[in-house]
């Protein structure tokens, strides 16, 4: 658990020393999901075989530099093969698509992953549309999400709601039945979460509404979830009037807050008021240390399915 979540849990236990609340370890949870992804290298690796991922920047938003480090070291770390593309700023489209396409073409790369967002001049649905959907370890390409609809269990589903789904799944939170409101119906969070929730058998078979800004009377609809999923993008929006007693809260946001007390001069904030809804959940994922983690694991995960898929071998 990362150092924030713990506090921020014994800062709930000390006000409340019969709190229940059970605190969902997104950092522990990924740890275990990535020590199974390289024991899966190390079984593609007897047959040959290492799973190569590229991750594409363009631009230098710090916070994009940061996430494609990030991937870029763990991929490292479990056994990758492992390329990391950044380009300038004023990177034209034609340019993009052309290294696409050289990475469609390149056998030792498994997934591809263009980091979003790119800069406004980048048209990003044909970026997305290049890449072969065999390697769309984002699980954005239309062949993806139309699987992911079918219930097609080749699809490669976007990392973010995989993670969702399997913190559930590995903290035994039965989704079965259950009803499940998402706020937000983005293409990367909102819908894929929806359908992975959706499809029959373990980890799904949920009862599924998705909200979003023009939804009537929120607080309505989302207090009578029992797992209350919140993928805004607006801090602490979720307070203890959407949350009803007893649900399980997965915290999707990451917002970044002004905070002048911090050395950084900004703190890194969920899209739940953790303080005030904690404590009526049964479980609730902290930020940092909930989602975030998961996000990474399951792109490493992904990029394993896609190298298995495409040499067969899955061992
Ligand atoms: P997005 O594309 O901006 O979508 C936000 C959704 O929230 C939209 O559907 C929007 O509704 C809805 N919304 C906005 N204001 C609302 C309101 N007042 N009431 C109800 N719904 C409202 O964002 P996203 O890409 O899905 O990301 C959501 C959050 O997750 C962000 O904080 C992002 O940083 C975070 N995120 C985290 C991870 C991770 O690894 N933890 C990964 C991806 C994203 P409309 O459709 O009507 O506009």
Known sequence: MTPIARALHAKLKTQNPKLKTML???????????????GKVTQLNKRGITPGLAVVLVGDDPA??????????????LGFFSRKIELPE????SDLLKIVNQLNADAAIHGILVQSPPPPHIN???IVLAIDPAKDVDGLH??????LAMGDPTALVP???????????ESGIETAGAHVVI?????????PLGLLLLRKGAGGDATVTIAHSRSRNLAEITRAADILVAAIGRAEFVRAEHVKEGAVIIDVGINRVEDPATPKGYRITGDVAFEEAAPKTKAITPVPGGVGPMTVAMLMANTVTACQIQTGHFA
């Open 64 to 77: 994009s530099m940061a996430y494609v480090r990030n991937k870029d070291r763990i991929s490292q770390q």
């Open 142 to 147: 239309p062949m993806n999400v139309g699987k």
């Open 183 to 191: 706020i937000g119906r983005s293409m990367l969070v909102g819908k």
């Open 24 to 38: 969902i370890d997104g950092k522990a949870v990924a740890k275990q999901i990535n020590e199974q992804t390289r």
């Open 124 to 126: 990003e649905q044909e």
């Open 159 to 169: 990392c973010t709601p995989l993670g969702c789904q399997r913190l559930l799944v």
């Open 90 to 93: 004023t990177t034209a489209q």
